[in-house]
Nanobody
Framework: QVQLVESGGGLVQLGGSLRLSCAAS????????MGWYRQAPGKQRELVAT???????NYADSVQGRFTISRDHAKNTVYLQMNSLKPEDTAVYYC???????????WGQGTQVTVSS
């Protein structure tokens, strides 16, 4: 089975940028649609962005125009470029294989993103 490790989170100021990585091992992600999810304190986990095996993308309204999901099959890695960050983006970010937005993997440890005012 695939193992996913998120990284790249950190503390940034409002308006800053961050690039998250989701590195896979154990098996290839080439045949799977992928997604980034996030969970803020006291809130439900929400879908942020998805990317299909063919590279088609979708975004939550809250991040549209600011975030970009991408993938590199050769590196077996999925990325989330986050620009114009807002305090509302503060959350733990997770990646997972997904189908129509529904996560298929057990949640890993995620990576913390904190945006200060």
């Amino acid at each position: 089975q695939v193992q996913l490790v998120e990284s790249g989170g950190g503390l940034v100021q409002l308006g800053g940028s961050l690039r998250l990585s989701c590195a896979a091992s154990g098996r290839s992600l080439i045949f799977y649609d992928m997604g980034w999810y996030r969970q803020a304190p006291g809130k439900q986990r929400e879908l942020v962005a998805t990317i299909t095996t063919g590279g088609s993308t979708n975004y939550a309204d809250s991040v549209q125009g600011r975030f970009t999901i991408s993938r590199d099959h050769a590196k077996n890695t999925v990325y989330l470029q986050m620009n114009s960050l807002k305090p509302e983006d503060t959350a733990v970010y997770y990646c997972s294989k997904q189908l129509r937005g529904v996560a298929l993997d057990s949640w890993g440890q995620g990576t913390q993103v904190t945006v200060s005012s």
